[in-house]
């Protein structure tokens, strides 16, 4: 384990915030989409063409891709929980690709 001394700034500054992300509310891996369907029923308007539309995430799980209706009143959280993850996941790549450059350093001194 490093000291917190001999982690650089920026570095001490991307985990802070990741931290932050994991504190703040929920994380959601997918995207969100806008479905327009017909519900199938005569009278209805989207017979004519004006279709009814639904939120859905999108997600993989166990290999397959999935569906799950988000409620009209859920979006806007739905959207900050995906935009978290986004984040966090940004986040991680930095922080993975700083600790490959450190094992790299260590294997070329270890020579």
Same mark, same amino acid.
């Given at each position: 384990?490093?000291? %917190?001394?001999? /982690?650089?700034?920026?570095?001490?500054? /991307?985990?802070?915030? +990741? @931290?932050?992300?994991?504190?703040?509310?929920?994380?959601?891996?997918?995207?969100?989409? =806008?479905? %327009?369907?017909?519900?199938?029923?005569?009278?209805?308007?989207? @017979?004519?063409?004006?279709?009814?539309?639904?939120?859905? =995430?999108?997600?993989?799980?166990?290999?397959?891709?999935?569906?799950?209706?988000?409620?009209?009143? %859920? /979006?806007?959280? $739905?959207?900050?929980?995906? $935009?978290?993850?986004?984040?966090?996941?940004?986040? +991680?790549? /930095? +922080?993975?690709? $700083?600790?490959?450059?450190?094992?790299?350093?260590?294997?070329? @001194? $270890?020579?």
């Amino acid at each position: 384990m490093e000291s %917190r001394a001999s /982690v650089p700034p920026s570095e001490r500054r /991307v985990r802070s915030r +990741l @931290a932050q992300l994991a504190g703040q509310g929920n994380v959601l891996r997918g995207s969100l989409t =806008l479905m %327009r369907h017909a519900c199938g029923k005569r009278g209805c308007r989207c @017979a004519r063409g004006e279709k009814h539309e639904s939120w859905y =995430l999108g997600y993989s799980a166990e290999g397959k891709k999935r569906m799950v209706s988000i409620p009209r009143e %859920r /979006v806007d959280q $739905a959207r900050e929980g995906v $935009a978290r993850y986004q984040e966090a996941k940004a986040c +991680l790549e /930095v +922080l993975s690709q $700083a600790t490959l450059g450190r094992l790299r350093e260590r294997k070329k @001194a $270890a020579r």
